[in-house]
């Protein structure tokens, strides 16, 4: 089974500022990298696919880079509503399982 | 508009049975697959099996195999997750998701249910 590992668990950043997020995978996952955000009470949005793809009407200040084992997702220009809760989560294209990391909580600071 | 509905919240005994539902609209529901993800209170998405209600292929973490049962019913596009004998660590919010792409590939989840909880308590 393949284990995601993300950090840091909590990162402290301005509002404004760069936000830089980190996600490794235990084996090669090529581009099969996926991001999502969970606000409180709410289900996870898609956020970015094939490690670098935004989905569909996700702001241009998101963006993720990585592949094989080490991936990030960068927000730029931080905004109040972007304090939440990210996951990382591998994918296999098929059959499409998954795992997902344990998440980073970015606070402000 | 593509859109998954979940059943509502259900509190429980451990030991009883239970059955959760998530219905898809606005689109095909027999060609995609639908996951089911748990997060316990307070922690981190947890990806529990898939199924594709196309023809019922189904697929269980290992973790989970043996602990739930999933199903589905195409022909009213729906999806299940049930329990036979609940236990207080089944207490969850559960959703349900669908994994963008098709039959033979997935990029992840691109539309989620709105969660349902289960409380398990004696």
């Known amino acids: 089974e393949i284990v995601m590992t993300q950090s840091p668990a909590t990162l402290s950043v301005s509002p404004g500022e760069r936000a830089t997020l980190s996600c490794g995978a235990s084996q090669n996952v090529g581009n099969n990298l996926a991001w999502y955000q969970q606000k409180p009470g709410q289900a996870p949005r898609l956020l970015i696919y094939g490690a670098s793809t935004r989905a569909a009407g996700i702001p241009a200040r998101f963006s993720g880079s990585g592949s094989g084992t080490e991936f990030t997702l960068t927000i730029s220009s931080l905004q109040s509503e972007d304090f939440v809760v990210y996951y990382c989560?591998?994918?296999?294209?098929?059959?499409?399982?998954?795992?997902f990391g344990q998440g980073t909580k970015l606070e402000i600071k | 508009e593509v859109q998954l509905v979940q059943s509502g919240a259900e509190v429980k005994k451990p030991g009883e049975s239970l059955k959760i539902s998530c219905k898809g609209s606005g689109y095909g529901f027999g060609s995609y697959w639908i996951a089911w993800v748990r997060q316990m209170p307070g922690k981190g998405l947890e990806s529990m099996g898939i199924?594709?209600?196309?023809?019922?292929?189904?697929r269980y973490n290992p973790s989970f195999q043996g602990q739930v049962t999933i199903s589905a019913d195409k022909s009213i596009s729906t999806a299940y997750l049930q329990w036979s004998s609940l236990k207080a660590s089944d207490t969850a919010m559960y959703f349900c998701?669908?994994?963008?792409?098709?039959?033979?590939?997935?990029?992840?989840?691109?539309?989620w249910g709105q969660g349902t909880l289960v409380t398990v308590s004696s």
């Open positions: 199924i594709y209600p196309g023809d019922s292929d189904i």
């Open positions: 989560q591998q994918y296999n294209k098929w059959p499409p399982e998954s795992t």
């Open positions: 998701a669908r994994i963008t792409g098709s039959r033979y590939v997935g990029y992840g989840n691109d539309f």
